[in-house]
T-cell receptor
Framework: DTEVTQTPKHLVMGMTNKKSLKCEQH?????MYWYKQKAKKPPELMFV???????INESVPSRFSPECPNSSLLNLHLHALQPEDSALYLC???????????????FGDGTRLSIL | AQTVTQSQPEMSVQEAETVTLSCTYD???????LFWYKQPPSRQMILVIR??????QNATENRFSVNFQKAAKSFSLKISDSQLGDAAMYFC????????????????FGEGTQLTVNP
């Protein structure tokens, strides 16, 4: 069983739709991450939240809008996506403290997103 | 910036045999962490093993062990007694010990090695 839960597992949407991806963890982690992963490629970091504040935005287009409502929840709001945005979106969490830097990031199962 | 290189896009091994996956990295930092993640077709990234750069002793987790050569910036993964369930994409990853919100937040991944286990 994964400790980081992502919903939905699969999402198909048109380019004009608005949808959201959800990620939840109950491990007490205060750092949460969104990654985008294309087939047979490594994950690419998109956003990092630390203590519910956005700490890193890797120059992601504004059609992706992250939100961290509380320490357990991370959302990714999607609007006007392009076909090239079709990918696996992974959420991860970890402890942000320097002393815990040796601790790994824990990943969810991902949301497979297809843009029509 | 750090880079991680996995020079073997694909590897195969016979069940019960041993296989070694290669990983090299480039960094100017002295304090960092290295990880091997496994991603089966089920998609979840699963931690296999980790190594702190300041530790000279190679990490071991059951059938998985690493050969960490800090001076050579090499971090290979050895899988002993390979099982069918070991078939997956394996990613080597680097994480700085730096400040959160900067380099310390990032995992830098290699391109991955697809491991096939033959029965």
């Amino acid at each position: 069983d994964t400790e980081v839960t992502q919903t939905p597992k699969h999402l198909v949407m048109g380019m004009t739709n608005k949808k959201s991806l959800k990620c939840e963890q109950h491990m007490g982690h205060r750092a949460m991450y969104w990654y985008k992963q294309k087939a047979k490629k490594p994950p690419e970091l998109m956003f990092v939240y630390s203590y519910e504040k956005l700490s890193i935005n890797e120059s992601v287009p504004s059609r992706f809008s992250p939100e961290c409502p509380n320490s357990s929840l991370l959302n990714l709001h999607l609007h006007a996506l392009q076909p090239e945005d079709s990918a696996l979106y992974l959420c991860a969490s970890s402890h942000p403290a320097r002393a815990d830097r040796h601790q790994p990031q824990h990943f969810g199962d991902g949301t497979r997103l297809s843009i029509l | 910036a750090q880079t991680v290189t996995q020079s073997q896009p694909e590897m195969s091994v016979q069940e019960a045999e041993t296989v070694t996956l290669s990983c090299t990295y480039d960094t100017s930092e002295s304090d960092y962490y290295l990880f091997w993640y496994k991603q089966p077709p089920s998609r979840q990234m699963i931690l296999v093993i980790r190594q702190e750069a300041y530790k000279q002793q190679n990490a071991t987790e059951n059938r998985f062990s690493v050969n960490f050569q800090k001076a050579a910036k090499s971090f290979s993964l050895k899988i002993s007694d390979s099982q069918l369930g070991d078939a997956a994409m394996y990613f080597c990853a680097y994480r700085s010990a730096g400040v959160m919100g900067t380099s310390g937040s990032r995992l830098t991944f290699g391109e991955g090695t697809q491991l096939t286990v033959n029965p």
